[in-house]
């Protein structure tokens, strides 16, 4: 893998992110005035006037704007309006929960996904697959404020095994991370199936088996890495989103996480705290696809030939 | 299988990135709350699950419930009310006052009553207070409580325990300005130590009966029992205000024991709390009116004889019995009957009668043109099923009227042609007419001010004579006088110019557990002192 290949990789990611950034800054200010939305409608004109002044929204959009770029290469991504305290310190707080609670759902999600698919195509057409794929589409299908609601009512106020809310001990983690990874897994499941049986009528899975390869060697050595390009693929857009990615099961199980956090503060045009989020997601998401850019060359030597050949 | 533990390899990587990115922006380990051990010691740790906490508990800084909720046990005014007894105003702070003449007042201070910090409570306090430094600030440049304090002048300490307070202008609600949220006293001295103004309204320190242990921004709100507290040991050890977003969460956890109350219950899940064993609901009407506010600069709905028929056209009390489960009520006309003597019990407001509407759309010339409703999604409660079924009412008497879901309050108040109804809410602020009709309707209120910088219009040009009436209501001392004044005030707003539709006095409901004996008072403020709150 050349240099010269990661660098412009690296240039898109920064491009890209430019774009995410610029985008909700300019979507943010022309759609709410956050010193009304804070304040509300009885806030006096002078008071307004006051807040615009303090907080720099009374310049124009473009002045803002490279204020804010200005800013961002000096560190300070500005303060929240709601509280005074510095967005980069009210974001930071939020994303240790968030990230402890995703971690264990995207583990739990590729360990049951991901298997699931496996076992789906090998046993394509069969009762076992329709079993399989019936359950993802549940899975799929429920959305998580029910399943959500649903598993408190019955482990918290039936069985009154776990507690309902909260994100204090690892008993609270046990029903949100079923409500995110229910439907989760429930995709990876579908797409390894599909993955893996493009794969599995391949002729050179006709070849190896002809040959007399075992079964298992055929599946795990020869299917299973061709796959693997699409499943990397998918899990890079599942990972970059993790960071925002459970608002509703947030709400539903009370999880003092970044996605609760970036609603209200969308809700309120807490101008400085929304593009710290985005700015956090934006990199992630980046930076993960920018891994999974990487790692096809690594996975299939044919891509990482190409790459040498077009640099 | 290299490939296989490749594929590993990369995720593992992935992951472990995002996670990394995450630590390192958070500058280190998640802080953790330890659970609250529930009814361990002597004193019980009281655990409220509320929708949302405040960022900051200034009382001067905000405006809202879920702010007045949480401030109620760290600060106290001078003046309290007795939400038990009628509403009745009694000492607080202050041990006595007495109007000096019609804008002027001296308060005599409770003795010996100690902040969070341990100092004397003394008249500087109190001034500070309501000086300058605090209600003006300058690196702030805005306090909510200007809107209702910003007409006194610095007050003057007359010794350790009196201090006189002057009204620019008489003012026939003096007392009432110093018994009401926002008017909450401060130490000066901590005010003073605080490294600027955020951190101290994250760190307030009061006489109240629980001081603040921790904010934690969007999670909880702790507070901590202040034992040297002038009107008794609080009866919690620690009172935790805890946000749990999902109405269903929060009634779960009460089921579950896990909350001892929870806060903002929509009316249908009443009867469902109300039937589960040691849990129950309380909580009410509060001094607040839900209307729906007429734009009557827009030209389709400049005819009064329109705006009428669809006052008429509303049976308001079918809403409260079906919606409400007749747990709120109808208001008379803007205005509430804890206004007391000014409370204008015969007055009557625009009956429901839909063949009247029929006739007054017929001679306003309406030809079905759209009526455009801008609503915000349940922002208050049951917002939008209430707009469905106005929408309904309307449609009975040949009113074409539209539902528009809005995301804020910029989009509900922007001035186009599109802005004929929108939904309101109004607090009494004091339990009088000027705190209502004066406060929302008045030559100050936003609904009347031109403001190019809220991008907001006049929604209201009144005559001449509204304002006169108001202008006695305020400054008037002669009951007669006001009363004839609020009455004429009443009907202009109702008859003559009619600006919006009463619906309900707007509501607040909480469950509990039945062994946490508590009273919900009809206003937003939470009351845990020793008088409100102890333990079967």
Known sequence: MSIQFIIRKIFRALLTIWIIVTFIFIALRISGDSALLIYGPDVSAKALATLRKAWGLDKPIWQQYLIYISNIFHGDLGKSYLDGRNAIKVVAERVPKTLSLMWVTAVITLLIGIPAGIYSALHHNTKRDRITMTLAVMGLSIPNF?????????????????????????KHYIMPVITMSTAEAAVFARFTRSAMLEVLNQPYIRTAIAKGVPWKKVVLEHALPNAAISIVTMAGFFIGSLIVGGVIT???????????????????????????IVLLISLSMVTANLIVDLAYGWLDPRVRDLRSEES | MRSLSKLFGTFILMTALVFSIGLAAAGGKAEKTAAPAKKALTRPDLVIAVQKIPPVLEPMRENSNVHERIVYSVTEPLIFIDYKHNQKLIPGLAVSWKRLDDRTIEFKLRKGVKFQNGDEMTAEDVAFSFGPERLFNKKRGWTFAQMYLGGIEPPKVV?????????KQPDFLLEKRFANYMSEIISKKAFLAAKDWETWSRNVVGTGPYKIVKIKTGDYIKLASFDDYWGGKPPARTVTFKVVPEVAARIAGLKTDEYDIITDIPPDQLAGIDKTEGISTVGGPIPNIRTVQFDETNSLLKDPDLRRAMIMAINRQLIVDTLYHGRTTVPNGFQMKLFGDMYIADFKSLPYDPEKAKELIKKSGYKGETIHYRILPDYYTLEVATAQILVEMWKKVGLNVKIEMKENWSQILKNDKTRNLFNVSNTAFYNDPVGLIVRRLGPRSWMRLKNKYGGKDALYVFDKKFDKWGKILETSTDLKTRRDAARKMLNYIEYENPTQINLHALTMFYGKRDDVLWTAYPAAGMDFSPTNLSFK
């Not at chain 1, 959500?148 to 001990?169: C, D, H, K, M, Y």
């Not at chain 1, 947030?250 to 710290?276: H, I």
């Not at chain 2, 010794?159 to 009204?167: H, L, M, N, P």
């Open chain 1, 146 to 170: 029910f399943l959500g609601v649903l598993l408190i009512l019955l482990f918290s106020v039936s069985l009154r095994l776990l507690p309902s809310a909260g994100s204090e001990t690892w």
């Open chain 2, 159 to 167: 010794d350790r325990y009196t201090v006189i307070i002057k009204s």
């Open chain 1, 250 to 276: 947030e709400n539903v199980f009370a999880w003092p996480g970044v996605g609760r956090l970036l609603v209200n503060s969308v809700a309120n045009r807490d101008l400085a705290v929304v593009q710290t």
